[in-house]
């Protein structure tokens, strides 16, 4: 089992920065690909970035604008968020599937977090 809380969302302007945080406690942390999905209001859940060990991938929506990355020691994932849009604004979701590669879908990931929510003004 692996629990998983996020942290640091918030308002920002457009324009500004965030770096959410994804805690997990239980398995084995390193043997899991990890990933970050956004849902906004009215709109499905959508895939925005994912970690493992074949390396990271992104939504072109957010490419070049948002890194994930991991400290394996710390059992936590980030997100850092830059150039942030209003159309960014959504809760924002860590996920963890038991297996080594990565995926887009959200059915891939058995474990996830209560989501936290950013809101971006324009």
């Known amino acids: 089992q692996v629990q998983l809380v996020e942290s640091g969302g918030g308002l920002v302007q457009a324009g500004g920065s965030l770096r959410l945080s994804c805690a997990a406690s239980g398995r084995t942390f390193s043997m899991y690909a990890m990933g970050w999905f956004r849902q906004a209001p009215g709109k499905e859940r959508e895939f925005v970035a994912a970690i493992s060990w074949s390396g990271t991938y992104y939504a072109d929506s957010v490419k070049g604008r948002f890194t994930i990355s991991r400290d394996i020691a710390k059992n936590t994932m980030y997100l850092q968020m830059n150039s942030l849009k209003p159309e960014d604004t959504a809760v924002y979701f860590c996920?963890?599937?038991?297996?080594?590669?990565?995926?887009?879908?959200?059915?891939?990931?058995?474990?996830w977090g209560q989501g936290t929510q950013v809101t971006v003004s324009s």
């Open positions: 996920a963890a599937r038991p297996s080594g590669s990565y995926s887009r879908t959200e059915v891939a990931y058995d474990y």
